[in-house]
């Protein structure tokens, strides 16, 4: 499939998505976002691709937020809209993604940015990346989920501090509060990025997908993420995937999830 803001190809089961508008610091604007909602969805669909890495076009910025130049004389309405929308066309999407998806943080990760990167399951950061939510220093507040997800994973004091001070902090930064998984220098993140897929890819995907499932319902309001665990358990026995995982421990060899 043929974008214009992003750049996709698959390599190894890896679906890149590379969002490819460098001289915006590739700033999300609406065609963007409905062309990561087509490429992430295709995705989920596609027997070829077993998981995804986001990256950011350049070696400046991952993301550098929203199109500000896009919402800038947007009514009330047409705000909670474009948050609506973005959160259930791509920020909820990618994180219900039934395969992996990795953020490989290039640069400035700000605002829908660094929400973006929140919603994959994964983060990687260069050392020189800067992430931040600065919606506060044009009179918002972060719209496609920063404010949960954020505070799941530093808690709600670091969170408040980021929303409230506006600041950037470094990869390394972002690392020690467990904001990024890893930090590594800038020319090592794709093959840091690759090297946690390619494990992950070499697991089971029906139980990958089934972890994501459980794990991200303990998150949803009204849902009881303990309950949510023990009926993704009990359907992973019976699956084809448990008998080949089971069947080549018990043989000593390595399993073949990807068996005909
Ligand atoms: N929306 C729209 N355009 C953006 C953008 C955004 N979020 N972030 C950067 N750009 C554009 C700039 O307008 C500029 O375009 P131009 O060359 O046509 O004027 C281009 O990208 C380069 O950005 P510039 O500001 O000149 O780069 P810089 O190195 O001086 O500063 C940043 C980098 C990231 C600090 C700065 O661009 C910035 O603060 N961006 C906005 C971040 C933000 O508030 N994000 C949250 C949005 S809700």
New binding site residues.
């Given amino acids: 499939m043929n974008y214009e803001n992003l750049i996709a190809g698959t390599r190894n089961r890896i679906l890149y998505l590379t969002i490819n508008r460098e001289?915006?610091?590739n700033?999300l604007n609406k065609a963007t976002l409905e062309e990561l909602h087509q490429a992430v969805s295709g995705a989920a669909e596609d027997p070829g691709t077993g998981g995804i890495i986001i990256t950011g076009s350049g070696q400046?910025?991952f993301v550098?937020?929203?199109?500000?130049?896009e919402f800038s004389s947007f009514s009330p309405e047409q705000g909670r809209q474009l948050a609506e929308e973005g959160h259930s066309r791509v920020f909820d999407l990618i994180q219900n993604c039934p395969k992996p998806v990795i953020a490989a943080i290039n640069g400035?990760a700000?605002?829908?940015g660094l929400e973006l990167a929140l919603a994959c399951h994964i983060r990687v950061a260069a050392e020189h990346a800067k992430l931040g939510l600065?919606?506060v220093?044009?009179g918002?507040i972060p719209g496609y989920g920063g404010t949960q997800r954020l505070a799941q994973l530093v808690g709600r004091g670091k969170a408040l501090e980021m929303i409230l001070t506006a600041d950037m902090i470094s990869g390394a930064e972002a690392h020690a509060f467990g904001l990024v998984n890893h930090v590594v220098p800038g020319d090592e993140l794709m093959t840091k990025a690759e090297e946690i897929m390619t494990r992950i890819l070499s697991r089971s995907p029906m139980a990958v997908a089934s972890a994501i499932r459980a794990l991200n319902a303990g998150y949803e309001a009204g849902v009881n993420g303990y309950e949510a665990e023990i009926r993704e358990f009990g359907n992973c026995f019976g699956t084809a995937d448990f008998s080949e995982g089971v069947s080549a421990f018990l043989e000593k060899r390595k399993p073949d999830f990807l068996r005909k």
């Fill in positions: 001289s915006k610091l700033a400046k910025a550098a937020g929203a199109d500000i130049s400035f700000l605002g829908g600065p919606e220093t044009l918002l």
